[in-house]
């Protein structure tokens, strides 16, 4: 099992920044990759950007420029920092866990979800 809890969302302007964290807690050495997700009200929750384990780096292209996702060494605590936030960023973030073992159905964790909101 893989525990996240995430924390760091709020209510910020329109080109201000925030930083979410989302501390790790369990079989962190299985995790092949760590990413963030966000919904929307009434749109798909959508995947914003991942992390490997090696280390690789992915993002939607609304976010690239904008957003980073980092890790601490080990991975007890994920982040993704935030600047230059957008109303269209306004959405409650998720953090997700994904464990895969050759012969096992892969494994996703999800935090509870965190909210950020960006007024114009």
């Known amino acids: 099992q893989v525990q996240l809890v995430e924390s760091g969302g709020g209510v910020v302007q329109a080109g201000e920044s925030l930083r979410l964290s989302c501390r790790v807690s369990?079989?962190?050495?299985?995790?092949?990759?760590m990413a963030w997700h966000r919904q929307a009200p009434g749109k798909q929750r959508e995947l914003v950007a991942v992390?490997?384990?090696?280390?690789?780096?992915r993002y939607i292209d609304s976010v690239k420029g904008r957003f980073t996702v980092s890790r601490d060494n080990p991975m007890t605590t994920v982040y993704l920092q935030m600047s230059s936030l957008r109303p269209e960023d306004t959405a409650v973030y998720y953090c997700?866990?994904?464990?895969?073992?050759?012969?096992?159905?892969?494994?996703?964790?999800w935090g509870q979800g965190t909210q950020v909101t960006v007024s114009s």
């Open positions: 997700n866990a994904v464990v895969l073992r050759i012969g096992l159905p892969k494994e996703d964790y």
């Open positions: 992390l490997s384990s090696g280390g690789s780096t």
């Open positions: 369990g079989r962190i050495n299985d995790i092949n990759a």
